[in-house]
């Protein structure tokens, strides 16, 4: 299984990203997916999850009403739209895959992507 993240890139506070995972290797939706992050000298967190079939869906409290995660199975891809970006939202984010339980700590992930960076200025 192979994780391809993308979509990253520096934007001003307020402005808007969309981040995709691509999932090779595998039956897409055999998995669980989730997207983390980790800003530099901090420990990666978690950002997001969503079930096998776009259900189950979570967020950390720190980007409820402006993030938003989905999946589309007929593209094996999950995706992670960020609104209203702030500069703390600065990280490289990761996409990872679970094929039997929910992602909620980096701990639960089986695959990981590569990363993407997000820079946000203010």
């Known amino acids: 299984v192979q994780l391809q993240a993308s979509g990253g890139g520096s934007v001003q506070a307020g402005d808007s990203l969309r981040l995709s995972c691509v999932l090779h290797?595998?039956?897409?939706?055999?998995?669980?997916l989730a997207w983390f992050r980790q800003a530099p000298g901090k420990e990666r967190e978690f950002v997001a999850h969503?079930?096998?079939?776009?259900?189950?869906?979570t967020y950390a409290e720190s980007v409820k009403g402006r993030f938003a995660v989905s999946r589309d199975n007929g593209k094996d891809t999950m995706y992670l739209q960020m609104d209203d970006l702030r500069p703390e939202d600065t990280a490289v984010y990761y996409c990872?895959?679970?094929?039997?339980?929910?992602?909620?700590?980096?701990?639960?992930?089986?695959?990981w992507g590569q990363g993407t960076q997000v820079t946000v200025s203010s």
């Open positions: 990872a895959a679970n094929r039997y339980r929910k992602i909620m700590s980096p701990d639960n992930a089986h695959f």
């Open positions: 290797g595998s039956p897409f939706n055999s998995y669980t």
């Open positions: 969503i079930g096998w079939s776009g259900g189950g869906i």
